[in-house]
């Protein structure tokens, strides 16, 4: 069985590194701090990993959910997916078809309403489809025919998602949970990539979800009027260099123009896209030496999404607006000695689901255990806490773990296929 740690750890240190690297070369500036507490917070996660996977497990028990589950799922967020829709479309009135995803999104920010129990019930079933996609990773070889109808309803609720909401952070988090489910079926012993993903294909897949952020990116030029890509990248640059403002002089010289706009196009919207990942570097470089008064950036997007409702508002700090990694963010709100423990909980936290998870759990186990691990990976950009989509998926696990467990009390089985023999079970 490979560790999934010790995966985390390299996948974090090496993105701290690569980062930097890259600003450094690019603005000259050298994130060494976001460099040693990105390295120091995967490896407080590494030790409370180790503690919680002290007791070994001898067996695992490898229960497949049927693909019938699966799919009855996936029409259950695009059924989400469809009243999401119809919620901003008739009763907030945006119009997605004339203005565009990114246009469209910028009006319902705007707006600013909160919906009623239509919305509700949309945004939330709407996200359930992170499960049956975690579970074709999973269990690809053991469905059947039923496996592709699983996938085309996967890929459908994705693409309603991310057009929906129009932003990036649902394709963030579904990169996360594919890869979470990944390091899953290596701690249980299996190939870490199913076998409809070789490794060519897993290239180019990911050169596909690059491509669609620099396809948002275009698209939000448009709906904002830039002249031209060179131009956007130089406005997005002076927006993500203001923590740094020894960034900002140098974001009119980054532009390609070489005279050939399709190149240009595609140099300076990948720019966009490695710029938007990255400037994470100086944001978490600035925020750990910056004094905090008294506001929340660890929380924020939890706060906003559940008190907002009853008329809180939360006040605005200087790093509205952009990603800051969870350890600098942690720092910046509680210290040092919290960034240790909070982390330290976190990989303390996926030893144990890990545990369950081998077991045979799903929604004790599998589940968990795919979003621990899609948090650690996506605490090198931001506080998990901090993205609604990823909250929202995690009130429509529970949901559907409590509906799955009412149904079989009622003696309905709907998760798992037959038990596997003991002797396949312990293998």
């Known amino acids: 069985m490979r560790s999934p740690m010790s995966t985390i750890v390299w996948f974090t240190v090496g993105f701290a590194l690569v980062a930097a690297i890259y600003t450094g070369l690019m603005f000259k500036f050298w994130a060494i701090g976001f460099v040693l507490l990105l390295t120091g917070a995967s ?17 695992v028990n490898r229960r497949p959910t049927s693909g019938m589950f699966n799919i009855i799922v996936a ?15 008739t009763n907030r009135g945006i119009d997605y078809v004339n203005l565009g995803i990114a246009a469209a999104r910028a009006e ?37 025919r039923e496996r592709y109808l699983v996938a085309a309803l996967v ?50 897949g990911s050169i596909v979800v690059a491509t669609l952020f620099g396809g948002i990116f275009a698209l939000r030029a448009s709906a904002f009027g830039a002249a031209s890509a060179g131009d956007y990248l130089s406005q997005l640059c002076i927006h993500l260099a203001q923590p740094a403002i020894e960034i900002m002089a140098q974001c009119y010289s980054i532009p390609y123009s070489t005279g050939i706009e399709s190149a240009d196009e595609v140099a300076n919207f990948g720019t966009a896209v490695l710029l938007y990942a990255f400037h994470v570097a100086w944001v978490g470089n600035v925020i750990i030496v910056d004094v905090n008064p008294g506001v929340s950036t660890v929380f924020a997007g939890f706060q906003d999404m559940f008190l907002s409702r009853f008329g809180y508002q939360l006040a605005a700090t200087d790093y509205d607006g952009y990603f ?13 000695v919290a960034m240790v423990i ?9 030893g144990l689901f890990r545990r369950t998870m081998l077991a045979g759990d799903m929604f004790r186990g599998r589940v968990p255990f795919c979003y621990a691990a899609a948090s650690l990976l996506i605490c090198v950009l931001i506080s998990p806490t901090n993205l609604p989509v990823l909250l929202l998926s995690v009130m ?5 773990a409590g509906a799955t467990i009412l149904a079989r009390a009622l003696g309905i089985e709907l998760v798992y296929l037959r038990a596997r023999p003991k002797k396949e079970a312990a293998r």
């Open 342 to 350: 909070g982390f330290a909980l976190l990989g303390a936290l996926l």
């Open 396 to 400: 429509a696990m529970m949901a559907i």
């Open 75 to 89: 029409v259950i967020a695009l059924l989400g997916l469809w009243a999401m829709f119809y919620d901003r479309t």
């Open 324 to 336: 800051i990694p969870a350890a600098a963010s942690i720092v910046y709100d509680f210290g040092y």
């Open 43 to 59: 490896y407080a996660a590494f030790g409370g990993y180790t503690i919680a996977s002290l007791r070994s497990v001898n067996t």
């Open 108 to 144: 319902f920010t705007r707006v600013g309403e909160r919906g009623g129990l239509l919305s509700i019930a949309g945004n939330i079933f709407s996200a359930a489809v992170y499960l049956p996609m975690m579970n074709l990773i999973f269990d690809w070889e053991e469905w059947g």
């Open 155 to 204: 890929i459908a609720g994705m693409l309603g998602l991310t057009y929906i909401t129009g932003g990036r952070t649902a394709l963030l988090i579904a990169v996360a949970l594919v890869s979470g489910a990944m390091l899953g079926r290596g701690a249980m012993g299996m190939p870490r990539l199913p076998s409809f993903l070789t490794k060519i294909r897993l290239v180019v």
